[in-house]
């Protein structure tokens, strides 16, 4: 029996971000990214085309500041879109896990999608910017998005190496691990816990 629908559609606006987003957990990875910061769209294309949702990403942030606010921002709103696009949770693994080489980086993630938020995050970059994105910037992006999804996130740079590499292997690793998480699995059609709700 195939699953709902699994979309949504999320819009925030304050005095420092205005951002829409919309995403499709069953896309084929499919982006449309435009946060005005180049890097940080790169990441996110990254992260949808490996973890084929379709993802649109629209954010207009106070960037004469800096990119804190939009980068935080658009982790809350799309970890919301998320969290709704996931629905009920029933028939799907819940658990997630990839080890994700770039190059001669090595990234591992893993995720639950519980309920219960908490972030694990070992990443240490040696430069302060790359591109246009600051580096400290990436933990508080998945910070965001874990806490408004309600998942518990461990993401962990296993072999260091070029920072490029690093921040890409994150974001890639994450889509994978959250395409297996929200997977189906048949032989289960309620919530996969003991506890009968997630």
Known sequence: MPMKERTAEKRRK??????????????????????GIGFFDHMLEGFAKHGLFDLTVRVNGDLYVDSHHTIEDTGIVLGQAFLEALGEKKGIRRFGYFLLPM?????MCAADLSGRPFLKYQACFTVDKIGDMDTEMIREFFYAF????????HLKIVDEGNNHHMAEALFKSFGKTLMMAVSSE?????????????
């Open 103 to 107: 190059d001669e980086t090595l990234a």
């Open 186 to 198: 048949p032989r289960m059609t309620d919530v996969w816990s003991t506890k009968g709700s997630l």
């Open 14 to 35: 304050t005095k420092e971000t205005e951002i829409y987003v919309k995403i499709d957990l069953d896309g084929t990875g499919v982006s449309d990214i435009s946060t």
């Open 146 to 153: 874990s806490y408004s999804a309600m998942m518990n996130l």
